[in-house]
């Protein structure tokens, strides 16, 4: 079955840190360059962290620089999202993507919330 599985959300207060974890499953993940997005309450999805299908490059929203680290290990087929630092702007649902690769769609999670507030 063609999934991915985000895991790690949660409720943390301003100054904490979460983990999130994406499992890949059902394609070759290692071809796939991955994303993490978050969407926001009346908001629509946005970008927040990019990681090449080797890992040897990433992109990151401006917001995010400096706090977040985006990984992943093709050989268990996860990508992790380190976020450190969180401010009550990070709050949403994160959602793991993994991009188009030639002929084979992209593939969203079902998403994970994270609520950052005191």
């Known amino acids: 079955q063609v999934q991915l599985v985000e895991s790690g959300g949660g409720s943390v207060q301003p100054g904490g840190s979460l983990r999130l974890s994406c499992a890949g499953s059902?394609?070759?993940?290692?071809?796939?360059?991955m994303s993490w997005y978050r969407q926001a309450p009346g908001k629509s999805r946005e970008l927040v962290a990019h990681?090449?299908?080797?890992?040897?490059?990433?992109i990151y929203e401006d917001s995010g620089k400096g706090r977040f680290t985006i990984s992943r290990d093709n050989a268990k087929n996860t990508v992790d999202l380190q976020m450190n630092s969180l401010i009550p702007e990070d709050t949403g649902v994160y959602y793991c993507?993994?991009?188009?690769?030639?002929?084979?769609?992209?593939?969203w999670g079902q998403g994970t919330q994270v609520t950052v507030s005191s």
């Open positions: 990681i090449s299908s080797t890992g040897d490059g990433t």
């Open positions: 993507k993994a991009e188009k690769y030639y002929g084979e769609s992209e593939l």
């Open positions: 059902g394609f070759m993940f290692s071809l796939r360059h």
